[in-house]
């Protein structure tokens, strides 16, 4: 590794230390960029039925279509998991990707 690399590297930890240091929990700014996947099946601004349920309104419900209550850990498994049409993202999507996603469709 040469010096260049070297400062290149160390930048790099630096500056994502950083932005984990002042990084509150899930950005919902972010998540609407990660939903823009998502709004392929399901539609944020109603809860008219797309592929998938119309997610508006969907931590002010009383429960989801597998019967739980729309809280975090269980939207974060929803999403995980998929099912019945939906797909699986546990994969596909990042832990702060989840993690802001799950902000966005708290303000819907
Ligand atoms: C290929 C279409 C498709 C995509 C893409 C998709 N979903 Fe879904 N989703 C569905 C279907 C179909 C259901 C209904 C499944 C069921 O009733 O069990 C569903 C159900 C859900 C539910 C539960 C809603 C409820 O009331 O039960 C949530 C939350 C959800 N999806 C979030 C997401 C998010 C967030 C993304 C993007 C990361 C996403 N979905 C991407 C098709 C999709």
Redesign the pocket.
Known sequence: MNKCTLVTVLALACGSALAFAGDKKGDAEKGKEV?Q??S???NADSTEKK???G?KG?FSREK???GKKPNEAN?RA??DEG?????A?KEM?SDDEKDD?IAY?KTL
């Open positions: 939903f996947q998502c392929v099946c399901h592929m998938g349920p997610l969907l989801m279509n597998n939207v929803k999403v099912g019945n049409g939906m797909p993202y999507l996603l469709l």
